[in-house]
């Protein structure tokens, strides 16, 4: 008989005293906004943490925060019993602190922080800022920009509506994830279609970066 330690399996004694454990056991489920799937996907990569999973609700629930919180309960509920621990990549995000509360009582940690532009930045950092004439952009917004910002604001149709969404602003800034010739310029084409200065800050992956390395 072929030794089972060899072909990957549990001894006869390990199945005696302590059972087999469920398949995830000791790993640990990332629910994310597919905003930041790359980004997480790199650090996982670059640090190899194998232990964790991800999957994504869509991007796209940035339009109606308001559905947020739901979709990450309906997630939660769905993967629990499958893994050790679950951890929602997720700051408020418009969600005027349902969400936070929804994953106390869900017992499940998330992101601190209002939303991705100030963790990327770094909390601290970004809070001493106070930046209220900034609108922010980050790798993955300079990416879609048309898709999150210039059509569901109907800038497409009405190009003359810019000035009443962006008058109070001065400047976009984009927090840059990566070193990217290309999504710099885009990002500066981006700023020119507003009417805003342009600022771009490296700042990698920020707070994510010591969030996902706790886990």
């Known amino acids: 008989m072929a030794d089972d330690a060899g072909r990957g ?29 790359r980004e997480i996907l790199d650090l996982k990569a670059a640090n190899g943490w194998d232990h964790l999973d991800l999957t994504c609700l869509p991007a796209n629930l940035h339009l109606r925060p308001e559905r947020i919180t739901a979709a990450v309960e309906a997630a939660v509920l769905k993967h629990r019993d499958d893994y050790q621990g679950i ?7 418009g969600t005027g602190g349902l969400l936070a509360a929804k994953c106390v009582e869900l017992g499940v940690e998330m992101v ?8 990327f930045e770094g909390s601290a950092t970004f809070a001493a800022r106070d930046e209220m004439t900034a609108f922010y952009l980050t790798d993955f917004l300079v990416r879609q920009f048309d898709a999150f910002v210039w059509k569901p604001m109907g800038l497409d149709r009405h190009p003359e509506l810019r000035d009443m969404y962006f008058g109070n602003y001065q400047k976009l800034v984009y927090q840059a994830q ?16 507003l009417g805003l200065d342009y600022e771009r800050r490296l700042t990698g992956y920020g707070d994510l970066t010591g969030v996902l390395a706790r886990l």
């Open 9 to 37: 399996l549990p001894s006869d004694r390990a199945l005696t005293e302590t059972g087999l454990a469920p398949a995830r056991a000791g790993r640990v489920l990332l629910i994310a906004c597919g905003a930041l799937a």
């Open 87 to 93: 951890f929602v990549v997720y700051a408020d995000c």
């Open 112 to 119: 601190a922080g209002p939303h991705c532009y100030s963790f």
């Open 178 to 193: 990566t070193d990217d010739p290309a999504l710099d310029e885009k990002a500066r084409d981006c700023a020119a279609r």
